[in-house]
Nanobody
Framework: VQLQASGGGLVQAGGSLRLSCAAS????????VGWFRQAPGKEREFVAA????????YYTKSLEGRATISRDNAKNIVYLQMNGVKPEDTADYYC?????????????????WGQGTLVTVSS
């Protein structure tokens, strides 16, 4: 199983970007997929998740209204659209997949992890 995150880069505050997480070796339709981020010197934190059971979406409070997680089952890709980005959104963003659809904010919920994609927001 491999998860490949991409789409990071340098973006100005107030701008938008879309992160992608492509999977091989598993199908997203049967997995909960989450995004996490880790800023320099900080602990990893939950960003968003979409569950396999009913495609419910969940977001960290700081991104509610600014982020949208979506899943394209045909392409086996999960997206994280971020709008109105802020300098505090700067971090390495990681995608993860797992079989559970509870405790979404915990990294232990997920069985597979991709490498990070760096998002840098300039002020």
């Amino acid at each position: 199983v491999q998860l490949q995150a991409s789409g990071g880069g340098l973006v100005q505050a107030g701008g938008s970007l879309r992160l992608s997480c492509a999977a091989s070796g598993l199908t997203y339709s049967g997995h909960t997929v989450g995004w996490f981020r880790q800023a320099p010197g900080k602990e990893r934190e939950f960003v968003a998740a979409v569950t396999w059971r009913n495609s419910g979406t969940y977001y960290t409070k700081s991104l509610e209204g600014r982020a949208t997680i979506s899943r394209d089952n045909a392409k086996n890709i999960v997206y994280l659209q971020m709008n109105g980005v802020k300098p505090e959104d700067t971090a390495d963003y990681y995608c993860a997949a797992g079989y559970r659809d509870y405790n979404l904010q915990s990294g232990h919920t997920y069985d597979y992890w991709g490498q990070g994609t760096l998002v840098t927001v300039s002020s």
